[in-house]
Each structure stands twice: as C-alpha cells, then as structure tokens.
C-alpha cells in the first residue's frame, strides 16, 4: 500500500521557521512530481508549492521567497522548508504524489502561526 506520511508541523511564532517533511513508500518516488498542498478551516486546498521529477520548481504567489520545496530521490522524501511564516500561513499541510493517473495525498499535518 503506498504510503506517504508528513511530519514537522507544529506552533511557530509569525517571522519564526519549519520544515515539513514527506517520506514516501511503495511508489517509484524518482518519477513522481511531488507537492505541498494546504487546507485552512473554510476554505479550499490550495497548491503551496511543487517540484517534479527533474527537480523544476513552482511555487504560489502566496510563499514565492518565503518557502522552498525540495527532494532527495536517495531517501524518498520531499521537503518544504518555510520561513517568514505569517497567521495566515496556518493550515493542514498535505503532501501530494502524481505520475500519469496516479494520485496520492497523505494523511496531513497541522501548521499553526501563532504569536
């Protein structure tokens, strides 16, 4: 069964640092575009950011020079690496995987800003 399972969320101060992490199992992790998606109470998933399997880059206009997506194909992992967080940065992050039709969603993990 294919697995992805997020962690590093938590409570940060505004301005403060976190990095999510997603380790990925059961998929060819090296072909999978690899994205960072976020739920905040009322309102739609949004995109935050993803790389694909060549290592390009996209971000939303919300985090671009903020956040920093990144992958390390040895470890099966995907990173999102956020700073300058601001309240409204708080959300359930989600770690997405797709390849052709394959399309695979974690479980989540709460990021809340908060002074």
């Known amino acids: 069964q294919v697995q992805l399972v997020e962690s590093g969320g938590g409570l940060v101060q505004p301005g403060g640092s976190l990095r999510l992490s997603c380790a990925a199992s059961?998929?060819?992790?090296?072909?999978?575009?690899m994205g960072w998606y976020r739920q905040a109470p009322g309102k739609q998933r949004e995109l935050v950011a993803i790389?694909?399997?060549?290592?390009?880059?996209n971000y939303a206009d919300s985090v671009k020079g903020r956040f920093s997506i990144s992958r390390d194909n040895a470890k099966n992992t995907v990173y999102l690496q956020m700073s300058g967080l601001k309240p409204e940065d708080t959300a359930v992050y989600y770690c997405n995987g797709k390849w052709y039709t394959n399309n695979y969603w974690g479980q989540g993990t709460q990021v809340t800003v908060s002074s």
């Open positions: 790389i694909n399997s060549g290592g390009t880059t």
């Open positions: 059961r998929i060819d992790f090296r072909n999978y575009a």
